[in-house]
């Protein structure tokens, strides 16, 4: 069990460290000047020009006097610091509820109020449930600009997509060091 925590402990420092970066022409759903407040949890504005950041290809920071100049503002948006809390705070919750749902699990098959068979066919109904809304959002996603019809509904995709994932990736994981051994001895042969 100390060794499932620590991983997992490990997979969340990481996904917690690497926030989304700040670049620019990378909008997942290809559009150019996309306007506030856009099509997806991901808007950007660090240069308060109205602009989505991922949908320019490169920065431009407005003076007081109002002219343009190309740059990088460090100033930080209120949209995009709420996006990044509210990912660290999901990613938090979606953690804890999984690992303390493990956890339940084990004392529960420790004092035999449920067989072992029944605890594996629990996760893996988990793992069921929460990878086919993470994949169908996510092909959903891929081929989004060009579902124009579906557009609008973007930003609904990619949340579900995101919180799904975020389950997913967390029951993997424990599923993964649950069956470490069982990955070991297929590597040996």
């Known amino acids: 069990m100390k060794k499932t925590l620590i991983i997992l402990a490990g997979v969340l420092t990481i996904s917690l460290i690497s926030t989304s970066t700040l670049a620019?022409?990378?909008?997942?759903?290809?559009?150019k000047d996309e306007p506030y407040p856009g099509t997806c949890w991901r808007y950007v504005d660090k240069n308060n020009d109205g602009i989505c950041d991922h949908s320019q290809s490169e920065t431009v920071v407005l003076n007081p006097e109002g002219s343009s100049q190309q740059g990088n503002n460090s100033g930080d948006n209120v949209s995009s610091n709420i996006n990044n809390r509210t990912y660290i705070i999901v990613t938090i919750i979606s953690f804890l509820l999984i690992f303390l749902g493990a956890l339940f699990g084990k004392i529960l098959v420790r004092r035999e109020k449920?067989?072992?068979?029944?605890?594996?066919?629990?996760?893996?109904?988990?793992?069921?449930?929460?990878?086919i809304p993470s994949g169908i959002t996510g092909v959903i996603i891929l081929f989004l600009r060009d579902l124009t019809?579906?557009?609008?509904?973007?930003?609904?995709?990619?949340?579900?997509?995101n919180i799904s994932s975020l389950f997913f990736m967390w029951i993997s994981a424990y599923h993964i060091v649950w069956h470490t051994s069982y990955y070991i001895k297929c590597l040996k042969k």
């Open 24 to 31: 620019w022409d990378d909008c997942p759903f290809g559009f």
């Open 114 to 131: 449920i067989s072992r068979i029944k605890e594996k066919l629990f996760w893996n109904i988990l793992l069921l449930i929460f990878f």
């Open 149 to 161: 019809f579906l557009i609008e509904y973007g930003t609904t995709f990619s949340q579900l997509h």
